[in-house]
Nanobody, 113 residues
Framework: VQLVESGGGLVQPGGSLRLSCAAS????????MDWYREAPGKAREWVALITTTGAWTNYADSVKGRFAISRDNAKNTMYLQMDSLKPEDTGVYYC???????WGQGTQVTVSL
């Protein structure tokens, strides 16, 4: 089982990034999927959820209206489009298959001048 995040990097405030989470070794399309993030010195926090077909999504209030979660089950991949980024969005972003033990290794997002 593998979840591999990519797409992180350094971006200026107001900029955009698109994260990807590539899944393998399990039935990706059968799992609701989440994005989490962990800022330095803080607990890991939930960011967004997408259901198995992508029909329903939900977001933390802190990212609502700026982030968009999506998935492509044919490619076993989930995405997080992040727009209007703020310094407080800085952290390591993880993908997670809900109700499983499957976590990715994380990708670093840094929002700074």
């Amino acid at each position: 089982v593998q979840l591999v995040e990519s797409g992180g990097g350094l971006v200026q405030p107001g900029g955009s990034l698109r994260l990807s989470c590539a899944a393998s070794g399990f039935s990706f399309s059968n799992y609701n999927m989440d994005w989490y993030r962990e800022a330095p010195g803080k607990a890991r926090e939930w960011v967004a959820l997408i259901t198995t077909t992508g029909a329903w999504t939900n977001y933390a209030d802190s990212v609502k209206g700026r982030f968009a979660i999506s998935r492509d089950n044919a490619k076993n991949t989930m995405y997080l489009q992040m727009d209007s980024l703020k310094p407080e969005d800085t952290g390591v972003y993880y993908c997670y298959a809900r109700y499983s033990d499957y976590w990715g290794q994380g990708t670093q997002v840094t929002v700074s001048l």
